[in-house]
C-alpha cells in the first residue's frame, strides 16, 4: 500500500521545459446547444392564434431572444427563448380549447335532444278519441 503524501494524479500532464513566455491555460466546458428563440412558433401564433395579444407578446419576446443571441448573451437569450415559449403555448391553448370545448358542448347537447326527442315520440304519436274532449 502506498502511504506516501502527496499522491501523483497518474492524469496530471508532465512539467514542461519552462520558457520565459508567460502562458495563459483556459478550460472551455464543452458547449451547450444554442438557446432558441421559437421565432416561427410567434409569427404563427400572431398571425393565427392572436387571441389577447398573447401571440404578440410571444413574437416581441422571440425578438428579444434573437438580438440577444446575436450579442453573444446566451443566458438573457435562454431567458427570452423561455417567456417566447409559454407565451406561445399559453396563445396555442387559448386558441384550441375554447373551441374544442364548444364542439363537445354541441355534441353533447345534440345527444341529449335526440333521447328527448325519443322520449316525446310517444306523446306526439297517441291518437286521442273524439270522447276524450267531452
Not at 389577447?52 to 437569450?77: H, P, V, W
Amino acid at each position: 500500500m502506498d502511504t506516501s503524501y502527496p499522491r501523483e494524479d497518474p492524469r496530471a500532464p508532465t512539467p514542461r521545459k519552462a520558457d520565459d513566455a508567460p502562458h495563459t491555460a483556459l478550460t472551455l466546458g464543452a458547449p451547450g446547444p444554442p438557446p432558441r428563440d421559437h421565432l416561427i412558433w410567434s409569427v404563427f401564433s400572431t398571425l393565427y392564434l392572436n387571441l389577447c395579444c398573447l401571440g404578440f407578446l410571444a413574437l416581441a419576446y422571440s425578438i428579444k431572444a434573437r438580438d440577444q443571441k446575436m450579442a453573444g448573451d446566451l443566458e438573457a437569450a435562454r431567458r427570452f427563448g423561455s417567456k417566447a415559449k409559454c407565451y406561445n403555448i399559453l396563445a396555442t391553448m387559448w386558441a384550441l380549447v375554447p373551441p374544442l370545448l364548444l364542439l363537445a358542448l354541441v355534441v353533447t347537447g345534440a345527444l341529449h335532444l335526440s333521447r328527448l326527442a325519443k322520449g316525446s315520440a310517444a306523446f306526439f304519436s297517441t291518437k286521442f278519441d273524439d270522447s276524450d274532449y267531452d
